[in-house]
């Protein structure tokens, strides 16, 4: 089967942002995501239970939309919360499922 390339964008932050995080991937278009809890230590810390829960946020896109929501992190979310994003690149069967709708 042949695939096609896209970017995975991974977010982890605090709980309390997924549902700003969410709305801003529909802001952008993008309909599929998926979010499990998270947990570990960083820059801030022990992040579980009383301190805080954290969740991982993903979505597979394409690269231009990927990097137009790190822009929206950067300039609404780092400063402020626990949270960290990356990119990896991807190979998907079924391109259109990841396909940004033009909204």
């Keep these: 089967m042949a695939t096609v390339p896209m970017t995975l964008l991974t977010i982890v932050a605090e709980e309390v942002l997924e549902q700003r995080l969410v709305r801003a991937l529909h802001d952008a278009g993008i309909a599929g995501y998926t979010v499990t809890p998270a947990r570990g230590e960083g820059a801030r810390g022990l992040r579980h239970g009383a301190n805080g ?9 394409t690269t231009e939309a990927a990097d137009g929501l790190l822009d929206h992190l950067r300039a609404h979310y780092f400063a402020n919360y626990a949270i960290v994003a990356w990119l990896s690149d991807v190979r998907v069967a079924r391109e259109e499922k990841y396909q940004p709708e033009h909204r």
């Excluded at 829960?53 to 896109?61: D, Y």
Aim: proline share 0%; no cysteine; net charge neutral.
């Design 53 to 61: 829960a954290n969740i991982r946020l993903e979505t597979i896109t």
